[in-house]
């Protein structure tokens, strides 16, 4: 059984001291390709940089999350343009709006937002895509350009299924992280994650937060690592009422398809 983690955050400080574990243990794990979030100009950098030190197991997307958006200048766009030239980068993102956190004003969010929108339609690469508590403007923006980019995805979905029902309406793609896995918030998901397609489902840890709450027992440490994407898989097929195999199968072809791999 192969998987693909679509959205690991493996430029993130806790895996600089076992990095290179944390790779076998994913491939002892079946996880077959790691796609590596770029979700700042500096983050986007190194995801290319362990990208291109990992070929055939590690690729990349280049973006600023919106968190960052305040970051974000003219020289930025200028080399996001230039990293999503790189055969390694195969997404623009992570990018989108973050509502809840606001940690950069509305305002600046969708102009940077709208921005990187602009280079994925520009230079033809899939849109690696983050939405919390601004479902309606983050859909307005989308459906501007959607027509515009081979194809998107909506990464750690955990709104509601009419958001759900929104996204797949615009044939974007779902991923879904250990949120399932999580018996306190996640139960929403489980009731409809068989309604999304499988050509249309992609999974992935969002390492390293979301360690799944199903992994027993859970490591002290509380770090979430592409290994471990093996008990998402399992508690979507549970929820969709397949076998793991078939759920493990049509996500990693459906993740092939849409990043090139």
Same mark, same amino acid.
């Given at each position: ?8 955050? *493996? ?6 001291? @076992? !990095?290179? &574990?944390? $790779?076998? =243990?994913? #491939?002892?794990?079946?996880? /077959? ?95 690696? *895509? ?6 309606? @403007? !983050?859909? &307005?923006? $989308?459906? =501007?350009? #959607?027509?515009?980019?081979? /194809? ?108 090139? $791999?």
């Amino acid at each position: 059984m192969q998987l693909v983690d679509i959205g690991a955050n *493996l430029t993130h400080e806790s895996f600089r001291h @076992d !990095f290179d &574990a944390v $790779l076998e =243990r994913a #491939r002892a794990h079946g996880v /077959a390709h790691m796609i590596v979030t770029g979700a700042s100009q500096d983050g986007s950098e190194h995801a290319l940089e362990l990208a291109r030190s990992h070929p055939g197991l590690l690729h990349a997307t280049a973006g600023v999350h919106p968190h960052h958006a305040i970051d974000y200048h003219d020289a930025t766009d200028a080399r996001l343009r230039e990293l999503a030239q790189y055969p390694q980068v195969r997404a623009i993102g992570e990018t989108g709006l973050d509502y809840h956190r606001n940690y950069s004003p509305r305002d600046v969010q969708l102009a940077v937002f709208e921005r990187q929108l602009r280079i994925a339609a520009e230079i033809g690469k899939p849109l690696f *895509l983050h939405q919390r508590d601004a479902h309606e @403007d !983050f859909l &307005a923006l $989308l459906q =501007r350009y #959607r027509s515009r980019v081979p /194809a998107a995805v909506v990464h750690c979905f955990t709104d509601t299924h009419e958001a759900l029902r929104d996204y797949l309406a615009l044939d974007c793609h779902i991923g879904i992280t250990g949120w399932i896995c999580d018996e306190r918030r996640g139960t929403h998901l489980r009731q409809f994650v068989r309604e999304i397609p499988a050509d249309r489902l992609m999974i992935e840890t969002d390492a390293p937060y979301l360690l799944p709450r199903t992994v027993r027992p859970q490591p002290s440490h509380r770090r979430n690592e592409p290994m471990y994407l093996q008990h998402i898989c399992a508690q979507i097929a549970r929820d969709r009422g397949e076998p793991a195999e078939v759920t493990a199968a049509n996500s990693t072809t459906t993740a092939r398809a849409f990043f090139g $791999l």
